[in-house]
């Protein structure tokens, strides 16, 4: 066998090459190993889009949230709209109901009476309705029925103007002063509608416009009831002075008939 001298032993200890590996080496080799770019890129790329994903999921829940409360603020400003269409409705149907209580501008006249008696004159808002004036006239029928044939006839009923706070309506005052033509008449009295007056405002009901005779019922009417029945067109000048002119089926020519009542 060959001796090995001290040269080659240091030689053989010097060599790198026969060294062992440390972890450590290895180690810091694992460290020094450079990453592809494309695969670095690969990677942004789908942080990226899962990133975009989530923005745009988050996007999305908002958008649902602003539509939710904004059609939630859209129901609440229809339901105060429609609230306050109803109260509208409401007060002008009130308004409306009281204004109907009255007479309006378009009324129902009825003159009649017996032939024997005096003119009796009522309005009424409608055919069904209740009389809203009723009044009877000094003057006999007889002569009234005359005074139309001859031509136009101009009725004033007058009455005194009270020292009131607040005055009756003028269809309410109980008494008048009756003009026909400029000429005097006496006075004219303020009726309530009894059962004989309602009997013959049940029978001209079916008519709208025109002139009769109704037979009596008993001896004391034996002499029939005459009426006439238009319609008027209702004019109000102030709380004291109001027109009724009748209107003419062919609305040709003047009123025949007009009726003032004055508060003086």
């Known amino acids: 066998m060959k001796a090995v001298s001290n040269e080659e032993t240091e030689e053989v200890k010097e060599d790198p090459s026969l060294k062992p590996t440390s972890n450590k ?19 942004s790329s789908t942080n990226s889009k899962s990133c975009s994903l989530n923005t745009i999921h988050d996007n999305k829940t908002d958008d649902k949230k602003l539509n939710q409360e904004s059609a939630t603020t859209r129901r609440k400003l229809q339901n105060v709209a429609v609230a306050r269409l109803k109260s509208v409705l409401i007060a002008f149907g009130r308004k409306r109901t009281h204004f109907q209580q009255g007479l309006g501008t378009r009324v129902v006249g009825t003159l009649f009476g017996h032939k024997r008696g005096h ?6 808002k409608d055919p069904n ?14 002569g009234f029925v005359q005074e139309m044939a001859s031509g136009l006839v101009r009725i004033a009923l ?17 008494i008048w002063r009756t003009y026909c033509n400029e000429k005097k008449c006496g006075y004219a009295t303020r009726r309530e509608c009894g059962p004989k007056e309602l ?14 005779v109704f037979p009596g019922n008993d001896d004391a009417d034996s002499s029939g009831i005459m ?13 004291d002075s109001e027109a009724f002119y009748m209107m003419n089926p062919d609305r040709n020519g003047a009123s025949e008939l007009s009726i003032y009542l004055l508060r003086v």
């Open 158 to 174: 007058e009455c005194n103007k009270k020292e009131e706070k607040k005055a009756a309506r003028l269809i309410d005052e109980p």
């Open 25 to 43: 080496d290895e180690n810091s080799k694992a460290d020094n190993v450079k990453v592809s770019p494309l695969k670095t890129l690969e990677v």
């Open 129 to 142: 309705s209740q009389p809203a004036f009723l009044i009877e006239l000094a003057t006999p029928i007889s």
């Open 199 to 212: 009997q013959i405002l049940k029978a001209v009901e079916p008519i709208s416009t025109g002139a009769g």
């Open 119 to 124: 003119v009796h004159f009522t309005f009424q």
């Open 227 to 239: 009426y006439m029945r238009a319609k008027f067109e209702r004019v109000v000048g102030s709380r």
